[in-house]
């Protein structure tokens, strides 16, 4: 069984910075896509920036600019490094990776919060 181990989030002030990172272990499988997503209370999840196997990388427009995903093949790792945060930035951040298999996972969640 495939597991996703997030870490990374905390409370911030606007402007600052925070770093998300996610590893998998024990996937059976070839990684397609790793993703974040975030979801805010009331609010459906949504993604947040998603980066394919070959290296594309895709943003939200919210966070253009601001936000930038990256990924390590080596450590099965994925990160998202936050710039700018902004109080409409707090959700909690959830990892998803996709393999070559078809097979969908997720991490656990992680909560980011832009305060002062």
């Known amino acids: 069984q495939g597991e996703l181990v997030e870490s990374g989030g905390g409370l911030v002030q606007p402007g600052g910075s925070l770093r998300l990172s996610c590893t998998a272990s024990?996937?059976?499988?070839?990684?397609?896509?790793m993703a974040w997503y975030h979801q805010a209370p009331g609010n459906q999840r949504e993604v947040v920036a998603a980066?394919?196997?070959?290296?594309?990388?895709n943003h939200a427009e919210s966070v253009k600019g601001r936000f930038s995903i990256s990924r390590d093949n080596a450590k099965n790792t994925v990160y998202l490094q936050m710039n700018s945060l902004k109080p409409e930035d707090t959700a909690v951040y959830y990892c998803y990776i996709g393999t070559t298999a078809g097979r969908s996972y997720w991490g656990q969640g992680t909560q980011v919060t832009v305060s002062s």
């Open positions: 024990g996937l059976r499988t070839s990684i397609a896509v």
């Open positions: 980066v394919a196997s070959g290296g594309s990388r």
